[in-house]
């Protein structure tokens, strides 16, 4: 089996491993944060909503008016504009709660902690087109179960933070204290 420093290696395929492995850290890093939430608060805060927001918008905006390459496909730009569906959800529905907002609050955590990874992932593979071919299909599984398990530990996390942090950890950080943080000493 041939090691990444071996002479002869595949260069092409050694850079689209690579570039795998940085989206993977850089997706992680950006989905531990609102899996957390989800699991310290119960929801993803708005301010993750509408980063998703800006990023998706930007990106559906980029392919739309990018020049040459592939045209990107009418199920990629609408799952981009899921979150601009959110923000206008969110602007026609009266404020308090309701059975709408109720779905509209659901709709806006899963699109975010589903949502980020995918979107980066479609991101990754529109500016490189090669990964899709270049790296095997049980890489590209692999790399998604890693983000799977980065998002599923820092829920695990969020739920229990009563055991490793203090309330005064959330205070501290510009946060509020989660239900049930355990006091300071």
């Not at 708005?46 to 927001?53: A, G, R, T």
């Not at 969110?90 to 308090?96: F, S």
């Not at 992932?121 to 270049?134: C, F, G, I, N, Y």
Request: glycine residues 10%.
């Amino acid at each position: 089996m041939a090691t990444e420093d071996a002479p002869g290696s595949d260069d092409a395929a050694l850079r689209a491993r690579r570039t795998v492995g940085a989206f993977v850290v850089a997706t992680a890093t950006v989905v531990w944060w609102p899996a957390f939430t989800v699991g310290a608060w119960g929801r993803v805060f708005f301010e993750q909503i509408l980063m998703l927001w800006a990023a998706a918008t930007a990106a559906l905006l980029v392919l739309l008016l990018k020049q040459g390459g592939p045209r990107p496909s009418w199920p990629l730009l609408a799952s981009l504009a899921l979150p601009s569906l959110w923000v206008v959800g969110e602007l026609v529905t009266p404020p308090g709660e309701s059975a709408v907002s109720a779905v509209l609050r659901v709709f806006g955590a899963v699109v975010t902690v589903v949502g980020l990874p995918a979107m980066l992932w479609v991101l990754l593979t529109t500016v490189r087109h090669d990964l899709v071919d270049a790296v095997p299909l049980r890489g590209r599984l692999g790399a998604a179960l890693i983000v799977v398990a980065v998002a599923g530990l820092s829920l695990l996390l969020g739920w229990l933070h009563p055991y490793y942090l203090q309330c005064d950890d959330f205070l501290i950080s510009g946060n509020s204290a989660p239900p049930g943080c355990t006091p300071g000493g």
